[in-house]
């Protein structure tokens, strides 16, 4: 069960999204949900890319509220299984409470784990730059502010950082968004696991207000842009 201190930020992220309903619907209409300097269109996919096969693999991406990208990627093709969680601090501090107060170095987190023989690395990011996270906000994802919602990739090796610098390099050339993308690429220092409740949470509360206007938007757009990447029912972890 959520402590009070979580149960409050819930309510007051809800309360955010539902007092910027009207603003928020024609936002994520024009940009298909992923962001107010977002391309309406599917981008551009890797030049450079990992290559196709072998065991399962690790992503870890943070975008923002951790339960709109849990839940884009859940409905991906070739991908087994999604976490919500932690990443970028310390154990000690994996916390929502203390993840909350944006003073730990974590950031908002999804841990993938995929077939690469389905779907690769580089199509990975394609995804999350497309339709799960606007990559030009700084420390924040609207309406969500604070270091704790930025952009960042976490690569698991050399060959994950080298698909992740040069995607951004590529999308930066072609000036596919009118600002620079501002995510950032470092190693993964730990993934840490978010409390049960965060789990799904896209899933079990279609309804509820922040869902409703930001994320469900976002899975909306993966199934129109990459139609056959998605899968209508979700993997998930509960």
Request: net charge neutral; aromatic share 10%.
């Amino acid at each position: 069960m959520a402590s009070t201190t979580a149960s409050t930020n819930l309510r007051s992220r809800a309360s955010r999204a539902a007092g910027a309903l009207l603003l928020a619907i024609p936002l994520l209409t024009g940009c298909l949900g992923a962001g107010p300097t977002q391309a309406a269109s599917r981008l551009p996919a890797p030049a450079f890319d990992a290559p196709a096969g072998g065991v399962m693999q690790t992503a870890v991406l943070s975008g923002g509220c951790f339960w709109g990208v849990q839940g884009v990627f859940e409905h991906v093709r070739g991908v087994k299984q999604v976490l919500a969680g932690y990443d970028g601090g310390k154990r000690a501090t994996a916390d929502y409470d203390l993840v909350s107060t944006g003073t730990t170095g974590h950031a908002e987190s999804v841990r993938i784990v995929f077939d690469p023989r389905q779907i690769s690395y580089g199509q990975i990011l394609q995804i999350f730059f497309s339709v799960a996270t606007d990559p030009t906000q700084v420390n924040r994802q609207f309406p969500d502010d604070g270091p704790q919602y930025r952009s960042e990739i976490f690569y698991a090796n050399l060959l994950q950082k080298e698909v992740a610098e040069r995607y951004i390099a590529q999308l930066n050339t072609a000036k596919v968004f009118s600002r620079p993308i501002a995510t950032r690429v470092d190693p993964d220092s730990g993934f840490f696991r978010a409390e049960d409740y965060h789990q799904d949470y896209l899933v079990r509360h279609p309804d509820q207000p922040y869902i409703a206007t930001y994320d469900l938007p976002k899975v909306a757009s993966l199934k129109a842009m990459f139609p056959g990447d998605y899968r209508p029912t979700p993997v998930t972890v509960l």
